[in-house]
């Protein structure tokens, strides 16, 4: 096939209008058009009411070595590339064999896709999660949302699906992909029940609502492979070798349970500190990493569009709008906005009791009436100097005074950005009205980040303003405290991916420090499960 890119069409363009496209640029007739497929689609918004459709197509042709040899020095015509995912072994070919089954701890998208690899090259995982199935859990959170009722155990950090199920469903990264992983997560995400579309769309979503039956049919298929998820088993301990080479010898739960293994895939996303305590007092190697923290903030969705799509704001084509941005502040610290979220709500994202933590997500369609995102500020390890896990104890310490902010009651510490800009405290709300369940509580946010977090922030909104007017409206609201961006720590990894100081254990996902979003984490499952197979391939074979 040819794959064509750079086929510019208006906003407004009947199906055919592609087809049209393909025969005028190759110089083609219908008859020798065979079919073609969408590998890619984006708009181009720079041009304000001007919005044009950008794709990249893959073409079958009657004339295809003709063609090829006719468009060798156009830069928009070549061949289309094999993305088709290639396993590296399976169990049924007689290629690895183990005695003992490998183990993956978390079933968040790091933990689901390695489980899902390993199940695929008949290595029958063992999948264990601390929380709950994604359904009972999902009825937790929201409890928690509208009644206060927090589970430590089961929340938007804990239980099936991980934190990503509580975050829209963003699909996309800057990762670079040289094997197609990424394209193996969408693909088994569609197989899931994803919409087709996420295959071709620039920036593509799920929202949360649909992730949840999407992340349950995984699951299924996990199962039908040989593979076994058991939910509400925290692992308290991991058994490893003390003597010469450390080494993995199994599992102990919280129940007392021992479990025999020498291949664990340690994937229990950024918020499992009680992990990150009992690995750093057995001797694992951490390190600490940089990460950022802030607050969300919520504008009308309406402002976004029409700022970044003029005219044509609302065009069911293009729905809600989104924004990146990013300042460079006078005190060295960078500012910039983090998973944001169209048309979405603004979450109660605490994994511990007596702590604030916000997030963002949305729902497929993106209809809600703000838009949120997280406006975060880059901190590093100088700034919380100690052990490797001193950056989680920094996060604990806003996040109790986010709590404190807030009213001891959950509510969330929030203000106008024009109090905020002023310096002086919010007492009523204005047109803006916050999405963040149980509630906000008005306040004074200077309190809640560190001196120089909160001057960056205030540097930061009206330079961000002059990008998306009226990104400094009086009313819009900031909720704190954004802590969760990333993992304070990072678990080093070899090229084998097996931890710096201890074999069999496979530091994997955002906890590990690999990952960042659902898409990264779900490569990063593909690429360990990957080498969780290799390992055991190397044992066979010796």
Request: hydrophobic share 35%; glycine share 10%; proline share 6%.
């Amino acid at each position: 096939m040819l794959r064509l890119t750079e086929v510019k069409l208006p906003l407004d363009h009947p199906e055919e209008a592609i087809q049209t496209a393909i025969l005028k640029k190759l110089q083609i007739t219908p008859a020798e058009l065979i079919r073609y497929s969408i590998f890619k689609r984006s708009y181009d918004a720079r041009k304000k009411g001007n919005v044009v459709f950008v794709y990249i197509l893959d073409v079958e042709t009657t004339q295809e070595k003709r063609l090829l040899q006719r468009f060798k020095k156009d830069p928009h015509v070549m061949p289309t590339p094999d993305t088709r995912y290639r396993y590296v072994a399976k169990a049924d070919e007689g290629a690895i064999a183990s005695t003992y089954r490998p183990i993956v701890i978390g079933a968040g998208p790091c933990g689901i896709f390695a489980g899902l690899l390993l199940a695929q090259m008949g290595l029958r995982p063992l999948i264990l999660e601390r929380g709950k199935p994604v359904h009972d859990r999902s009825v937790d959170t929201f409890g928690f949302w509208s009644k206060r009722k927090f589970n430590p155990e089961s929340n938007a950090q804990f239980g099936e699906g991980g934190a990503g199920t509580f975050s829209d469903g963003k699909l996309y990264s800057r990762v670079k992909d040289a094997n197609h992983h990424g394209r193996k997560v969408l693909e088994e995400l569609v197989n899931a029940g994803a919409a087709p579309e996420i295959l071709y769309v620039n920036k593509p979503h799920i929202g949360t609502y649909r992730l949840v039956k999407i992340v349950e049919n995984m699951r299924r298929t996990i199962e039908s492979l040989g593979g076994e998820i058991r939910f509400q088993n925290r692992v308290e301990k991991i058994d490893i070798e003390q003597k010469g080479e450390r080494q993995v010898r199994g599992v102990v739960l919280a129940n007392g349970e021992y479990i025999r293994t020498e291949h664990v895939v340690l994937a229990v996303g950024h918020s499992a500190r009680d992990t990150f305590e009992m690995l750093h007092q057995q001797g694992v190697y951490i390190e600490p990493k940089p990460f950022s923290v802030g607050f969300r903030v919520e504008h009308p969705q309406s402002i976004i569009d029409q700022c970044r799509l003029g005219s044509q704001a609302g065009h069911p084509m293009l729905g809600a709008a989104d924004y990146q941005l990013v300042h460079h502040c006078s005190n060295g610290r960078s500012v910039y906005s983090f998973c944001m979220c169209p048309g979405g709500q603004v979450v109660a994202a605490t994994s511990e009791v007596g702590r604030v933590v916000t997030n963002g997500m949305s729902q497929y369609e993106r209809s809600g009436k703000n838009a949120n995102s997280g406006i975060v500020v880059g901190i590093t390890p100088d700034d919380y100097p100690g052990s490797p896990l001193a950056g989680m104890e920094f996060q604990r310490r806003l996040e109790e005074r986010a709590f404190e902010l807030g009213g001891c009651t959950y509510e969330a510490p929030g203000q106008l950005i024009g109090d905020f800009l002023a310096q002086q405290p919010s007492t009523t709300l204005g047109s803006v009205k916050p999405s963040y369940r149980p509630g906000v509580h008005l306040c004074d946010l200077s309190p809640s980040l560190p001196d120089y977090a909160i001057a960056a922030i205030r540097e930061a909104i009206p330079a961000f303003d002059k990008q998306i007017k009226g990104f400094a409206m009086h009313d819009a609201v900031l909720t704190g405290v954004e802590t969760r961006t990333s993992s304070p720590i990072r678990i080093k990894r070899k090229d084998d991916y097996q931890s710096l100081n201890t074999v069999g254990l496979y530091p994997a996902g955002e906890g590990a420090g690999y990952a960042g979003g659902i898409l990264s984490a779900g490569i990063d499952g593909i690429k360990v499960a990957e080498a969780v197979a290799l390992s055991l391939l190397h044992q066979k074979v010796s």
